[in-house]
C-alpha cells in the first residue's frame, strides 16, 4: 500500500511564525504536490515537484515555499504565517506515467489542520 | 466563474437510495475525469476514472461523461451508510505542453441516513 505521512495533524501558530509542513512517501513516486483545502473552494494547488529539486507554482503560491531535497520528502514551509493561511493542508503524490495526470493517480497524506492565531 | 463546479451539498439520502453527484465545467479541452472520496479526517483517494465519453461501472458506482453538455456524473446505487463521505470531482486535459495539473471541484458532502 502506498502511504503518504504528514507531519502534524494539527498545528496552531502565532500570525509571523515561520512554519514547516512536512510530507514524507513510500512508494518512491517522482511527482509531489501540496493542497491547500478550504470549505467550498475544494482542493487548490500550491506548489508541486517532478524530480528532487524541482519545483512549481500551482495556482496559490504567494506565502509559500517548498523544498525537496530528497525523493521521498516534500516541504512545505509558510515565511511568516498569516490568518488567511489558517486552511488544511493535503500532501500527495504519484508516479511519472507517460500518459499523464489521468494515469498518475494521486495519493493522499491524512492531512494537517493549521490554525494561524 | 470557476472551471469546474459541484454542488457543496450536503446531500442526504435514506440508506439504499441511488445517490446521483455531479460536476459541470467550462473547459473543452478537459479529457480525463476523475471520482475521488473523501471521508472524514482523511486525505482525498481515487474512487473512479474515465476518458472522454461514456459510462464506466465499478459495482454499485457508475461513472458518466457528457462531453457535449461538460457534465459529469457519479451515481451511487444501493447506497450504505459507509458511502458517507465528502466526493470530489477532479478532471484534466492532455495537451502535452500542458503543466498537467488535475482541475478539481469543491466537493459534495454525501449523508446515507440508516
Known amino acids: 500500500d502506498v502511504k503518504v505521512t504528514q507531519s502534524s495533524r494539527y498545528l496552531v501558530k502565532r500570525t509571523g511564525e515561520k512554519v514547516f509542513l512536512e510530507c514524507v512517501q513510500d512508494m518512491d513516486h517522482e511527482n509531489m504536490f501540496w493542497y491547500r483545502q478550504d470549505p467550498g473552494l475544494g482542493l487548490r494547488l500550491i506548489y508541486f515537484?517532478?524530480?528532487?529539486?524541482?519545483?512549481e507554482k500551482g495556482d496559490i503560491p504567494e506565502g509559500y515555499s517548498v523544498s525537496r531535497e530528497k525523493k521521498e520528502r516534500f516541504s512545505l514551509i509558510l515565511e511568516s504565517a498569516s490568518t488567511n493561511q489558517t486552511s488544511m493542508y493535503l500532501c500527495a503524490s504519484s508516479p511519472l506515467v507517460a500518459g499523464g495526470p489521468a494515469e498518475e493517480t494521486q495519493y493522499f497524506g491524512p492531512g494537517t489542520r493549521l490554525l494561524v492565531l | 466563474q470557476k472551471e469546474v463546479e459541484q454542488d457543496p451539498g450536503p446531500l442526504s439520502v435514506p440508506e439504499g437510495a441511488i445517490v446521483s453527484l455531479n460536476c459541470t465545467y467550462s473547459n473543452s479541452a478537459f479529457q480525463y475525469f476523475m471520482w475521488y472520496r473523501q471521508y472524514s479526517r482523511k486525505g482525498p483517494e481515487l474512487l473512479m476514472y474515465?476518458?472522454s465519453s461514456g459510462n464506466k461501472e465499478d459495482g454499485r458506482f457508475t461513472a458518466q461523461v457528457d462531453k457535449s453538455s461538460k457534465y459529469i456524473s457519479l451515481f451511487i446505487r444501493d447506497s450504505q451508510p459507509s458511502d458517507s463521505a465528502t466526493y470530489l470531482c477532479a478532471m484534466s486535459a492532455t495537451v502535452v505542453d500542458s503543466n498537467y495539473q488535475l482541475i478539481w471541484g469543491a466537493g459534495t458532502k454525501l449523508i446515507i441516513k440508516p
Open positions: 474515465t476518458y
Open positions: 515537484s517532478y524530480d528532487v529539486k524541482m519545483k
